[in-house]
């Protein structure tokens, strides 16, 4: 089974990035990467009581991880977590 997530920037300054992140865009949560601490918070869970809200959130993190670790602190617009 494979798995979709679509992040959307929405703030980003030289400490912290802020994504909405979702199985679409009706449906999003909040997520920060303290880019300094190499920290992730959940600043809003996803709001709907069938969507997994924690397989949503681990791997909007781990696409923040690559895009800080291996994609030299680039940030797009818009990304995707696909597997």
């Known amino acids: 089974m494979g798995a ?3 992040l959307l920037k929405e703030y980003e300054n030289d400490e912290i990035v802020i994504y ?4 679409n865009e ?3 949560g909040k997520i920060q990467l303290n880019k300094v601490s190499k920290k992730f ?3 809003e869970p996803i ?5 997994p809200a924690k397989f949503y959130y681990d791997r909007a993190s781990r696409r923040l991880a690559v895009c800080l670790l ?3 602190r680039n ?4 990304t ?4």
């Open 47 to 51: 709001a709907h009581p069938n969507i």
């Open 75 to 78: 940030f797009p617009e818009r």
């Open 41 to 43: 918070s959940e600043l």
């Open 70 to 72: 291996r994609e030299g």
């Open 80 to 83: 995707a977590f696909e597997s």
């Open 26 to 28: 009706n449906m999003m």
């Open 20 to 23: 909405s992140f979702g199985p």
């Open 4 to 6: 979709y997530v679509l």
